[in-house]
């Protein structure tokens, strides 16, 4: 019986290896179980999914074992974005959200992610009470979908009205229609496809898709993560259509990475930068802030600007949801381009995070280039990358004790002032930048990230991180 843990973000695993039906059940059930001892199955739950191989047979599958266990389930129609598929908990007053997907990971991946009652990932307290309550397959309660729907615990449903309503109330889409903006969107071959045509139709604003069907696969890419080199093929098209910014959406459309008016990539810690600038100086607002430790420091320097708490989290929105709830966050995000917002659900959303940066280029009159400029003249020019590492198994004791065991002076010539272990080991340097060292937690991969206000010292930094790994 394969063991199913919960990671960063949910259960992930291979197709037709680990990822399979029965497991998919298995799953269900542990979640049904636990919906039950919280007093939450009375409430339903919204199942979702994405563009996958097999995702909707996936969905139709837990639905089936939902059903079988007394919860009424509001199945979506078609593939739906995460976010929007998040929203409808809160719309239908659900007791939470099953979204088979696997978002980022390559085509052989699928997933299993479990929301809550504000459409918000499940704390890692909860999901281990889940992982308790999954059982052997012949433990699932299952019956046909055909006889659910007749029955009345099925109900197949467009989640698309109420989330759109959602984002006319959080921002001016009709003013971003009218702006004149010619907005190019690679959709990743994901679930974003069609969503911006569609906000954004009938003024002014012109969209452009590339990636805009299904394919999953994920031709041009090694997987739909909104970072080089997946983004380099959608990029090259910004230029020929005259683009003033390129939207990059991943596989479920969560996550989000930018383009500026010249093609050029915008890194995800400057865009959450942004964000925050946005937010705080554009819009004025005030409100806490969430980051987990593998973003931005740029966020603490606005925090102190603008007088607004900052809140270091571990790497997922397992972590940075519950906190964005605590606090009544005025924004919570991650180093992967995930971005969730106040008066909305504590969930990564893509498509608003698009429409935010429109709305923050069509109130400032600036180009992506411009406003980065601007956050720049706020608190200085930050520098980012990472490497990423495939490892052997039999080798990540030894990996994390190297890492646990380093006591460096110096990384990268800068001296080390400070290790913080919230998640994984992050080494903080004289300039306030950082090497973080950490497993990830949905893929065999370990990531070497750094932040620092050295543009020459950016790959020194690395090297020095993957050699107290012992990966080099």
């Known amino acids: 019986m394969t063991t199913i843990k919960f990671g960063t973000d949910g259960w992930r695993g291979r197709i037709g290896e680990d990822y399979t039906f029965d497991n998919v059940r298995r799953c269900t059930q542990g979640f049904a179980n636990f919906l039950k ?54 719309d239908k007053q659900a007791g939470g959200a099953i979204n088979i997907t696997a978002s980022h990971n390559p085509p052989w991946d699928c997933g299993f992610k479990v929301r809550d009652v504000n459409g918000g990932a499940i704390p890692p307290h909860d999901l281990k009470k889940i992982e308790g309550e999954i059982p052997e397959v012949t433990a699932v309660k299952t019956m046909k979908l055909e006889a659910a729907k007749k029955q009345g615990l099925v109900e197949v449903f467009d989640a698309a009205p109420a989330y759109i309503a959602q984002l006319h109330r959080l921002v001016d889409i009709e003013a971003i229609k009218e702006a004149g903006f010619t907005l190019l969107v690679d959709c990743m071959w994901g679930n974003g496809a069609g969503w911006f045509p569609r906000l954004l139709a009938g003024g002014k604003t012109t969209v ?86 593998s973003t931005t420091k740029m966020l ?4 102190k600007l603008y007088d607004v708490p900052v809140y270091e989290t571990g790497v997922g929105f397992k972590y940075i949801a519950p906190k964005m709830v605590e606090v009544d966050a005025l924004i919570g995000g991650e180093e992967s381009g995930g971005y969730a917002f106040q008066g909305h659900v504590p969930e990564r959303d893509g498509i608003l995070a698009g429409l935010f940066m429109l709305d923050m280029m069509m109130k400032t009159g600036k180009k992506p280039s411009e406003l980065l400029a601007a956050l720049f003249e706020k608190v200085g020019a930050h520098f980012y990358n990472r490497i990423d590492t ?8 030894e990996i994390q004790n190297n890492v646990a065991q380093a006591r460096p002076e110096t990384i990268g010539g800068l001296k080390v002032t400070d290790i913080v272990t919230i998640d ?38 690395l090297d020095d991180g993957m050699k107290l790994a012992g990966l080099r």
């Open 208 to 293: 452009k898709e590339v990636h805009n069907e299904r394919n999953p696969i994920f031709p041009h890419m090694t997987r739909p993560e909104p970072i080089p080199p997946n983004v380099d093929h959608g990029l090259s098209f910004a230029q020929e259509v005259g683009a003033d910014v390129v939207i990059i959406n991943d596989g479920d459309a969560d996550r989000v990475g930018f383009g500026d008016e010249n093609g050029n990539f915008m890194d995800q810690l400057r865009v959450y930068g942004l964000m925050g600038y946005y937010l705080l100086e554009v819009r004025g607002e005030r409100g806490p802030i969430v980051k987990t430790i």
């Open 300 to 303: 603490n320097k606005l925090g």
């Open 424 to 461: 994984g080991h992050q080494f903080v340097m004289e300039d306030g930048g950082w090497l973080l060292v950490r497993f990830s937690g949905t893929e065999p991969v370990i990531r070497v990230y750094c932040e620092t206000t050295h543009e020459d010292k950016v790959q020194a930094i």
């Open 37 to 90: 001892a919280e007093g939450l199955a009375k409430k339903g739950i919204v199942i979702g999914h994405d563009m996958r191989f097999q995702a909707e047979f996936f969905a139709a599958t837990a639905a089936e074992v939902m059903a079988a266990n007394g919860i009424h389930v509001w199945l979506t129609e078609g593939a739906t974005p995460t976010p929007t598929i998040s929203y409808a908990v809160v």
């Open 390 to 397: 495939v490892f052997d198994a039999e080798r990540k004791a």
